[in-house]
């Protein structure tokens, strides 16, 4: 099961941090992934994280945001600084277990994934 917190309503130009916990064992193994959906939009992957730590941005959030993991609290984090109104969405967080030889993540790998969070939603008001 994965439970995301952190959203909220903020202005532009703040930040926040969202966290996507993990219950159970074996959160090390596993791939995680941001992936938000707007009113009217398709869902959209933010950020990504293997196993190894690696990470993958989306253009639009590159420099603005980042994924981090803490294995130890089977969380991860996306920070998310400089916020823009069009990021204004539900997060969700995907997991998957790390069974990729590519040192990236992908974000249509996750369109399988095996655990998925409920979201948290995000309003950045300008």
């Known amino acids: 099961q ?8 903020v202005q532009a130009g703040e930040s926040l941090r969202l966290s996507c916990t993990a219950s159970g064992s ?3 193994v596993y791939s995680i992934a941001w992936f938000r959906q707007a ?9 990504c994280v293997k196993s190894s730590g690696s990470a993958e941005y989306a253009n639009s959030v590159k420099g603005r945001f980042t994924i981090a993991r ?3 609290k089977n969380t991860v984090y996306l920070s998310m600084n400089d916020l823009k109104p069009e990021a204004t969405a539900v997060y969700s967080c995907a997991a998957q277990v ?3 030889l590519s040192p990236s993540c992908s974000f249509p790998t996750f369109d399988s994934a ?3 969070g409920q979201g948290t939603q995000v309003i950045v008001s300008s």
Do not use: H, M, Q, Y
Request: glycine share 24%; aromatic share 6%.
């Open 26 to 28: 074996g959160f090390g």
């Open 39 to 47: 009113p009217g939009k398709e869902r959209e992957g933010v950020a």
């Open 114 to 116: 095996d655990l998925w």
């Open 70 to 72: 803490a294995n130890a």
């Open 98 to 100: 790390d069974v990729s």
């Open 2 to 9: 994965l439970v995301e917190t952190g959203g909220g309503l």
